[in-house]
Each structure stands twice: as C-alpha cells, then as structure tokens.
T-cell receptor
Framework: NAGVMQNPRHLVRRRGQEARLRCSPMKGHSHVYWYRQLPEEGLKFMVYLQKENIIDESGMPKERFSAEFPKEGPSILRIQQVVRGDSAAYFC????????????FGSGTRLTVV | QQQVKQSPQSLIVQKGGISIINCAYENTAFDYFPWYQQFPGKGPALLIAIRPDVSEKKEGRFTISFNKSAKQFSLHIMDSQPGDSATYFCAAGLETSGSRLTFGEGTQLTVNP
C-alpha cells in the first residue's frame, strides 16, 4: 500500500524554464492538496483538487502557477518561467474524504532555480 | 485571522527531558489542531491531533494540551529521545468544511544524548 508518491524528488531548473511536479495520491484517495515550504518556514496552502476539478486555488500565485488532477494519472503542479523565489519544497497531500483530518503527505519535491 | 504562531523556533533538550512547544491561533472557528513531525528530506507526518471539545490528549510520550479560551495549544514530549530530533509543526483548520491546514512556522527540536 504505497503512500503519496511525488516525483521528481529533486528538480533543478534555470530561470525562465518550466517546472512540472507530479503527485500520485494514496490508493483510494481522490482529494489532493499542494503546499509550498520555503526555507525555514512552515507549509503554505496552494491548491485543493479533486479529480478533474479545482476546488480551492486561493493560495496559488495568480501568475505562472497552475495545477490539474486529470481523470487518469497524477496531479500536476506546473510553474512556468520559474524565478529564484520559486525555490522551495513542494508537498502534496491526499485524503479519502476531502477533510483535513485525513491528510497524508508525500516526501516532497525540492525545486532549485539557478 | 488565519495565522498560527509557533514558539520557540528552536529547542535543545537533554535525553530524558521534557520538550514543550507552544502555538497560538486567531480563528475561533478552527476545530482541528494537529501536530506534525518532519525529518530532513521527508514530508510532514501526523503525530497527534486534538479537537476543542477536550483539554488534553495523550498518545504514548506525546501530549497535546488545549486552552480554548486563550486560543493556545501545546505539545509536550515526555522522556525526550535523540530519535525525536526533528522539526515539529502545529497546524489548525476546519476539519469537515475546510480544505486547508494553516501551519505554524515550525520548531527544530534537538535532543542531546
């Protein structure tokens, strides 16, 4: 029973490139949440998705960031034209019922923008 | 009104001692208060959680104390062990109607042998 799988674990991008982060939820979980952790800070909510729907994207920056959770396949967090300030750890969590009490986090993707 | 403030930022404790981490929240509607443990290179893992209908919850060496009137809650780690060395995050949210957790800034705990 695999947990929440995130890949890649580490991603290096040059300024201006695109970053794609993938998250496969736990088996049976249809709710996915993305959080960002800047160095020496706590996790900040970005977006909450169900299959094929964005439920709450109030934590997402208005530009360059997008997320999707297609009917088939993993959830994708896409960052276009990355800047140095995007360097952070991005964590995905999934839950079976869409309640925060059921969160399970993945190990994260560490994005470094050079 | 969504902030959760956590202190101290770092904590050093001797093996066998008690580690205490404090958090304060602003939103009185929050009804779910978990603590997460994070080791380097790993994601946060749920340690223990409390709801406001109780003032204390204990699981093994870990205890949450909750003060609803003061809008504060704390984590106590009894008989701290070197293996407890990690970063601890408190969080708060609306358990059934909310989609997000609001996290504190984290406390880096070091337990010396």
């Amino acid at each position: 029973n695999a947990g929440v799988m995130q890949n890649p674990r580490h991603l290096v991008r040059r300024r201006g490139q695109e970053a794609r982060l993938r998250c496969s939820p736990m088996k049976g979980h249809s709710h996915v949440y993305w959080y960002r952790q800047l160095p020496e800070e706590g996790l900040k909510f970005m977006v909450y998705l169900q299959k094929e729907n964005i439920i709450d994207e109030s934590g997402m920056p208005k530009e360059r960031f997008s997320a999707e959770f297609p009917k088939e396949g993993p959830s994708i967090l896409r960052i276009q034209q990355v800047v140095r300030g995007d360097s952070a750890a991005y964590f995905c969590a999934s839950s079976p019922r869409g309640t925060i009490g059921g969160y399970t986090f993945g190990s994260g993707t560490r994005l470094t923008v050079v | 009104q969504q902030q959760v403030k956590q202190s101290p930022q770092s904590l050093i404790v001797q093996k066998g001692g008690i580690s205490i981490i404090n958090c304060a929240y602003e939103n009185t509607a929050f009804d779910y208060f978990p603590w997460y443990q994070q080791f380097p290179g790993k994601g946060p893992a749920l340690l223990i959680a409390i709801r406001p209908d109780v003032s204390e919850k204990k699981e093994g060496r870990f205890t949450i104390s909750f003060n609803k009137s003061a809008k504060q809650f704390s984590l106590h780690i009894m008989d701290s062990q070197p293996g407890d060395s990690a970063t601890y995050f408190c969080a708060a949210g609306l358990e059934t109607s909310g989609s997000r957790l609001t996290f504190g800034e984290g406390t880096q705990l070091t337990v010396n042998p």
